[in-house]
Nanobody, 119 residues
Framework: QVQLAESGGGLVQAGGALILSCTAS????????MGWFRQAPGKERELVAT????????TYADSVKGRFTISADKAVNTVFLQMNSLKNEDTAVYYC????????????WGQGTQVTVVS
């Protein structure tokens, strides 16, 4: 059983920054790909960024490239999402998710953390 717990959301002004954390527990994650998703009200869930737990290989949605950075600290089983130059349209619930090697689906999810960007 995999448990993921996000933290770090909150209210921030446009142009500001936040860092989200996702701490994983329950099993070895060395062969996982970890992802950050977000879902705004009335919109479909969007994959924001991914990282292989080994640290090699990251991907980003076009909407966040150059502004968001995903990273992983294996020593503390935590994945981070550094969000800079935040925009109103970044407002959403952000979810951390894990996908085992060989799986096509992200089968493990956190409870989500709200990010609200105001002008």
């Amino acid at each position: 059983q995999v448990q993921l717990a996000e933290s770090g959301g909150g209210l921030v002004q446009a142009g500001g920054a936040l860092i989200l954390s996702c701490t994983a527990s329950g099993r070895s994650f060395s062969r996982f790909t970890m992802g950050w998703f977000r879902q705004a009200p009335g919109k479909e869930r969007e994959l924001v960024a991914t990282i292989k737990w080994s640290g090699a290989g990251t991907t980003y949605a076009d909407s966040v490239k150059g502004r968001f950075t995903i990273s992983a600290d294996k020593a503390v089983n935590t994945v981070f999402l550094q969000m800079n130059s935040l925009k109103n349209e970044d407002t959403a619930v952000y979810y951390c998710a894990g996908r085992p090697l060989g799986s096509v689906d992200f089968g493990s999810w956190g409870q989500g953390t709200q990010v609200t960007v105001v002008s």
